[in-house]
């Protein structure tokens, strides 16, 4: 792979050199899937579990070529028929490497729905769409793990976003795919996703299909001193240099979060400076916050007064662990703790606040600085 221009990347995964640290949680993973341990890998979004199963995947391949390993992202997939012809175009995607294998063999592994082959439009490769009737949805997934299960390979899945096949109309989806996953003996699972209390849901409570089925691993912040040390690689590579108070500056404003960090830290090395010091880097904030000017004002049309009012009190703050307590009511001149639980709950809901083991934040790093400052 070709060296990139600006080293910090904030989308994809562009291999080892420009993955930051995770070594305890990419020794665990690897522990699990090769003692054939499925599991939960729980994060917020931006904290970086994509990129660490790409980091993980990539030093399989490098090393076990005989494992295969693919990941599908289910976020966008509104029922079980959706969430299938992903993942049969993950599966086929990754075993059947030769396109006319591909094309010989999957209208007789598929024999429950009408199989369409288009080419991609960007690859070349055959893309897999289903035409599944209504009732055929289980006799398909059967059909799919039936060819995982007899492939005989050693092969690792990882479904992203797993936790939205909880909105699917279908009843007993859960149940559905745990019975198919046990039966699986050579195929090893990641089931990651953002929503915490959903995936706790899921995979805590003894009514559910998946409960204690998986090993759970919590991502949190990168520790900062191997983050430090990554950054000022990287930019002396160049030529540049980041002062130890500029990053500090930096991993501290937004809290660690790793897409926030290395979205400051790309900008930084854009702008060019031989030095980022702490006068360049809040300069580069500035002009981060400036960019989003008008996203963010449009954030905040679309809530209530209240709701408003108290995402604000939220980002001054920074992290809340009180929210109906009389002193952050006083001080922010908030309405009354019942307006104030249900403004919450909203924001919640609609991703503007994350909620942690009790400590509530603005979800967001950079809105939570522009409503901080800009207000």
Same mark, same amino acid.
């Given at each position: 792979?070709?060296?990139? &221009?600006?080293?910090?990347?904030?989308?994809?995964?562009?291999?080892?050199?420009?993955?930051?640290?995770?070594?305890?949680?990419?020794?665990?993973?690897?522990?699990?899937?090769?003692?054939?341990?499925?599991?939960?890998?729980?994060?917020?979004?931006?904290?970086?579990?994509? #990129?660490?199963?790409?980091?993980?995947?990539?030093?399989?391949?490098?090393?076990?070529? &005989?494992?295969?390993?693919?990941?599908? /992202?289910?976020?966008?997939?509104?029922?079980?028929?959706?969430?299938?012809?992903?993942?049969?175009?993950?599966?086929?995607?990754?075993?059947?490497?030769?396109?006319?294998?591909?094309?010989?063999?999957?209208?007789? $592994?598929?024999?429950?729905?009408?199989?369409?082959?288009?080419?991609? /439009?960007?690859?070349?490769?055959?893309?897999?769409?289903?035409?599944?009737?209504?009732?055929?949805?289980?006799?398909?997934?059967?059909?799919?793990?039936?060819?995982?299960?007899?492939?005989?390979?050693?092969?690792?899945?990882?479904?992203?976003?797993?936790?939205? $096949? #909880?909105?699917?109309? /279908?009843?007993?989806? &859960?149940?559905?795919?745990?019975?198919?996953? &046990?039966?699986?003996?050579?195929?090893?699972?990641?089931?990651?996703?953002?929503?915490?209390?959903?995936?706790?849901?899921?995979?805590?409570?003894?009514?559910?299909?998946?409960?204690?089925?998986?090993?759970?691993?919590?991502?949190?912040?990168?520790?900062?001193?191997?983050?430090?040390?990554?950054?000022?690689?990287?930019?002396?590579?160049?030529?540049?240099?980041?002062?130890?108070?500029?990053?500090?500056?930096?991993?501290?404003?937004?809290?660690?979060?790793?897409?926030?960090?290395?979205?400051?830290?790309?900008?930084?090395?854009?702008? #060019?400076?031989?030095?980022?010091?702490?006068?360049?880097?809040?300069?580069?904030?500035?002009?981060?916050?400036?960019?989003?000017?008008?996203?963010?004002?449009?954030?905040?049309?679309?809530?209530?007064?209240?709701?408003?009012?108290?995402?604000?009190?939220?980002?001054?703050?920074?992290?809340?662990?009180?929210?109906?307590?009389?002193?952050?009511?006083?001080?922010?001149?908030?309405?009354?703790?019942?307006?104030?639980?249900?403004?919450?709950?909203?924001?919640?809901?609609?991703?503007?606040?994350?909620?942690?083991?009790?400590?509530?934040?603005?979800?967001?790093?950079?809105?939570?600085?522009?409503?901080?400052?800009?207000?």
């Amino acid at each position: 792979m070709s060296r990139l &221009e600006n080293p910090f990347v904030v989308r994809g995964y562009m291999g080892p050199e420009y993955f930051c640290d995770r070594e305890a949680e990419t020794q665990s993973l690897l522990q699990a899937m090769r003692s054939r341990r499925n599991v939960t890998l729980i994060s917020p979004r931006r904290m970086g579990k994509s #990129g660490l199963i790409h980091h993980v995947f990539d030093h399989v391949r490098n090393n076990s070529p &005989e494992i295969y390993c693919f990941y599908l /992202e289910i976020f966008s997939t509104h029922s079980l028929a959706e969430f299938i012809e992903v993942f049969a175009n993950a599966v086929f995607q990754a075993l059947e490497t030769k396109v006319e294998k591909f094309m010989k063999n999957i209208y007789s $592994i598929l024999s429950h729905c009408r199989p369409t082959i288009t080419p991609d /439009e960007l690859t070349g490769l055959p893309t897999l769409s289903l035409d599944i009737q209504p009732g055929r949805e289980v006799h398909t997934l059967n059909d799919i793990f039936s060819y995982l299960i007899s492939s005989g390979k050693r092969i690792y899945i990882a479904i992203d976003e797993f936790q939205q $096949i #909880g909105e699917y109309p /279908e009843k007993g989806v &859960e149940a559905l795919l745990r019975r198919y996953v &046990e039966m699986a003996n050579n195929v090893s699972f990641i089931f990651s996703g953002s929503k915490k209390h959903l995936m706790q849901q899921m995979f805590t409570m003894p009514e559910r299909p998946f409960y204690q089925s998986t090993q759970t691993l919590s991502l949190t912040a990168i520790d900062k001193e191997g983050y430090r040390k990554f950054a000022q690689k990287h930019f002396a590579a160049s030529g540049q240099s980041l002062t130890d108070e500029a990053f500090d500056y930096i991993y501290d404003t937004v809290m660690g979060h790793t897409w926030y960090v290395q979205y400051w830290l790309s900008k930084a090395f854009d702008d #060019g400076a031989d030095t980022i010091d702490l006068p360049q880097a809040k300069l580069v904030l500035e002009n981060i916050l400036g960019e989003e000017d008008d996203n963010f004002y449009n954030y905040t049309v679309m809530l209530t007064a209240a709701q408003k009012s108290l995402l604000i009190a939220l980002a001054k703050e920074r992290v809340v662990s009180s929210p109906y307590s009389v002193e952050f009511i006083k001080k922010y001149n908030l309405p009354s703790p019942s307006t104030i639980r249900s403004s919450l709950q909203t924001l919640i809901n609609k991703e503007y606040v994350i909620e942690n083991r009790g400590d509530f934040t603005v979800y967001n790093r950079f809105f939570m600085l522009w409503l901080s400052h800009r207000h």
